[in-house]
């Protein structure tokens, strides 16, 4: 989060990737489970819960907001929800640090709230678009003022009541429409979302597992105001998007074959598995199950060759977190790959389209950047420095991308991967990555 130290890492090519590993727990819902936890009725346990930055920044916020949140063991939180209307105002202002989730959601779930609050984040949130939220919250009576330009820190005035809107969105974001739906919950009438592409569909489901009577398909949502949620349990699985750097990392190092336990399975964030076995790489889905209401498997991953591929619009969004990585796998691959309909990458922690295309460059690729993607050729990678811009699966992809260069390669400002991955060194080590921790 803002103010911590910086850090590098020096990372060069491994062991082959073997054995079994399990990464942490799914970011999205983490955030989520504390959020509808919070404001029900009763206490809920939560089980999985990732001890990452961002989750971590959203539970200190509910628990400045009145809610009492315990932590008996690592990844377990109690949580003696307040009910729908018992959050209480905080003084100063509500830190999101690097978490967008936290921002965007909370500005929907905070303009329903009889009280003022602030929300504010780091130096990479400060600079990320929340006039996304804030129009369409508007238009349901909220009183929203952004420092400048729809930029946090946000200002949220009480209003005297949200009125329910029918939004059809431009932007795919899963964080925009639930923004709406959490406003929703305090608005007159029935709110009603519709998406250019599905997006994953957590607030839906989890509003449902909490009791709220909730209509949803993929690309639509509708809810109405007015009712209680009541405490659930929630098993959070593994975040697929962890889980997506040993998938590319295996499949880049000759000689891997390795297993990732009970990965949460939704569709809507799996949109890299298609990409991926169309390159050509081979993993297999074994002992499907359920947790928590999500669909999970242990993904086994074995060495293959890749190839580059067009990648269908169709699967960008459900792979929005995952291109960093893609495009690593892209670069070790034979021939070129093309992304397309991938704007939004460029209003992420960082330009993400930018920063994997300079560091890419800085090791010997060649990548055609266009507005909304980019062009990889692949072929051979070689040590350099790159500079992840703090961007945590920036970072984390660089990683994967040495474990195939000849030298070594210098990954600059890894600090912010505690944000979605704590331990990530650790595991990926243990894994057979060749990653060391350094001082900047
Ligand atoms: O709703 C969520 O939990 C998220 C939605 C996505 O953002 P957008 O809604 O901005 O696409 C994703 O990139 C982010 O990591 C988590
Ligand atoms: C975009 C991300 O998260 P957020 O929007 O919550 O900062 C991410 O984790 O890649």
Redesign the pocket.
Known sequence: MSGEARLDWRARGGAPLRGELRVPGD??VS??AVMLASLADGVSRIEGFLEGQDARATEAIFRRLGVRIEAPAEGVRIVRGVGIDGLRAAPGALDCGNA??AM??LAGLLSGQAFESELCGDVSLSKRPMGRVIEPLARMGAHIHSAGGGLPPLRIHPSNELQAIEFTAD????????AILLAGLYAQGETVVHEPQP??D??ERMLAAFGWPIEFAPGHARLRGGHRLHAADVAVPADF?SAAFFLVAASLVPGSDLVLRRVGMNPRRTGLLPVLRAMGADIAEENPGEQGGEPVADLRVRHAPLHGIEVPRAHV?DM??EFPVLFVAAALAEGSTRVQGAA?LR??ESDRIAAMATGLRALGARVDETPDGAVIHGGALQGGSVDSLGDHRVAMAFAVAAQRVAGEVRIGDVANVAT?FPGFEALAGEAGFGLAATPA
Request: charged letters at 30%.
């Open positions: 970011k999205s955030h989520r967008g989730t965007r959601l932007i795919a974001s899963a964080q925009v429409k639930s997006t994953r957590y607030t998007s969004a929005i977190d939004e209003v992420k979605s």
